[in-house]
């Protein structure tokens, strides 16, 4: 590892992470969508089926906040909640093809401005680059994971 005791890297690195969801924002206003519910949007088309209080660990916000984003959602017909067949207590989410259609929308949107902010970037200089970013998410996961969990291990396979 480098000496680096200046480094702005996890600065950089949060203006980049703000600077796209700015950019990413100001195209996506024409869907209506608050950025919590398009990150939830995303987040179901992902892992549809999920349940609320998964979605809310997901997307790193308290049950209740969550609850008013599917609650939104649902009235506006982008999310079903449907009951767990193992579960009575607990609702899956699901999208509905209105919302199929918006996060299609929402994936060309993603991809023209991922185009444009790699403009110029060498195709082997970002592959090291998200070689860096991994090793970097799996070192910070491990400061907490026992070497033994589950999570830890996983975490060397993605």
Same mark, same amino acid.
Request: proline share 4%; charged share 35%; net charge neutral.
């Given at each position: 590892?480098?000496?680096?005791?200046?480094?702005?890297?996890?600065?950089?690195?949060?203006?980049?992470?703000?600077?796209?969801?700015?950019?990413?924002?100001?195209?996506?206003?024409?869907?209506?969508?608050?950025?919590?519910?398009?990150?939830?949007?995303?987040?179901? @088309?992902? !892992?549809e089926? &999920?349940?609320?209080?998964?979605? %809310?660990?997901?997307?790193? /916000? $308290?049950? +209740? *906040?969550?609850?008013?984003?599917?609650?939104?959602?649902?009235?506006a017909?982008?999310?079903?909640?449907?009951?767990?067949?193992?579960?009575?207590? @607990?609702? !899956?989410?699901? &999208?509905?093809?209105?919302?199929? %259609?918006?996060?299609?929308? /929402? $994936?060309? +949107? *993603?991809?023209?401005?991922?185009?444009?902010?790699?403009?110029?970037?060498?195709?082997?200089?970002?592959?090291?680059?998200?070689?860096?970013?991994?090793r970097? !998410?799996?070192? &910070?996961?491990?400061?907490?994971?026992p070497?033994?969990?589950?999570?830890?291990?996983?975490?060397?396979?993605?």
């Amino acid at each position: 590892m480098k000496s680096t005791p200046d480094s702005s890297f996890a600065y950089e690195l949060h203006d980049v992470t703000c600077l796209f969801r700015k950019h990413f924002d100001r195209r996506a206003i024409r869907f209506g969508l608050t950025r919590a519910q398009w990150r939830a949007l995303k987040a179901i @088309r992902r !892992r549809e089926g &999920l349940s609320q209080s998964e979605l %809310a660990e997901f997307l790193e /916000m $308290e049950p +209740i *906040a969550i609850g008013r984003v599917i609650d939104r959602l649902a009235a506006a017909e982008f999310v079903v909640r449907r009951a767990d067949p193992n579960d009575r207590r @607990r609702w !899956r989410l699901h &999208l509905t093809p209105k919302a199929h %259609a918006v996060t299609d929308d /929402m $994936e060309i +949107i *993603a991809g023209e401005l991922r185009q444009e902010a790699l403009a110029d970037v060498d195709e082997a200089d970002f592959e090291a680059f998200q070689r860096v970013l991994s090793r970097i !998410r799996v070192n &910070l996961a491990a400061i907490e994971a026992p070497a033994d969990s589950p999570e830890f291990l996983k975490q060397g396979t993605s």
